[in-house]
């Protein structure tokens, strides 16, 4: 199976490509912070081709693109699950652009191009990790909560015209909103409400 992880330096994206990573299985793993990459290039060699690259610059993405396609006949799973999130009750206007150009700009890149091959190949399938946060708004972290509920809406869209363009084909695209529950969050998380909130979710807890 030949697997596409965008932003498996880390955190979620990271498991994945471990999980992912074994048998016949070629994974492509996508990421700014090069030394992980390296380290996990080294750790499984036959399975992991990996993609250095800051996916808000879209010629760089476009490139890594390109050649995922020149590598592979086909695409059989692509996980999109680089994302960015800080506290801004601030309104810190660059905090709230970062995010917006990962969580929107470079995230609309990424998922609508994968889409158009998984379309073309007529086969495969999309998996957008969103979050609870865009069920939403938040006053502590309002762009990450916003661009969350963009992600939540495209791909539920995307879902629906596939339904309807798709029935005779095998595409399939997954909204996965992660929960966290029995997880710590990572330190940038920690004090979003959303993903703390524990009783809110799991009343036994
Ligand atoms: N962990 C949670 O509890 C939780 C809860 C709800 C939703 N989520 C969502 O799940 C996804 C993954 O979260 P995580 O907790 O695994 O976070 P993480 O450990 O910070 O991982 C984020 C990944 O995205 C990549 N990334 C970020 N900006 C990028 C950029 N400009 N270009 C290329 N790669 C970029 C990072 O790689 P580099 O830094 O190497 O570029 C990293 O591999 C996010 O979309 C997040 O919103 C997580």
């Given at each position: 199976m030949n697997v596409v992880i965008v932003g498996a330096t880390s955190g979620i994206g990271r498991e994945l490509w471990k999980?992912?990573?074994?048998?016949?299985?070629k994974i492509f793993v996508w990421g700014r912070r090069l030394p992980l990459l390296e380290q996990m290039k080294q750790e499984r060699k036959e399975h992991t081709h990996i993609f250095p690259v800051d996916i808000t610059k879209t010629e760089d993405a476009s490139l890594c693109i390109q050649k995922i396609r020149q590598e592979c006949n086909s695409i059989d799973l692509v996980i999109m699950c680089a994302g960015i999130g800080n506290l801004n009750d601030s309104l810190d206007y660059?905090?709230?652009?970062?995010?917006?150009?990962?969580?929107v700009v470079a995230w609309t890149y990424i998922v609508d191009s994968f889409y158009k091959i998984l379309e073309?190949?007529?086969?495969?399938?999309?998996?957008?990790?969103?979050?609870?946060?865009?069920?939403t708004s938040s006053p502590l972290a309002p762009a990450y909560a916003a661009t969350k509920a963009y992600q939540i809406y495209l791909t539920s869209r995307d879902y629906d015209v596939l339904k309807i363009l798709f029935l005779a084909g095998n595409i399939v695209?997954?909204?996965i909103l992660?929960?966290?529950l029995g997880s710590p969050p990572p330190k940038s998380y920690r004090k979003m409400p959303w993903l703390t909130m524990r009783r809110k979710y799991s009343p036994s807890r």
């Open positions: 999980a992912y990573a074994t048998g016949n299985n660059d905090v709230e652009l970062a995010t917006i150009n990962t969580n073309d190949q007529s086969e495969g399938h999309l998996v957008t990790i969103t979050s609870v946060g865009g069920l695209v997954r909204l992660r929960q966290v």
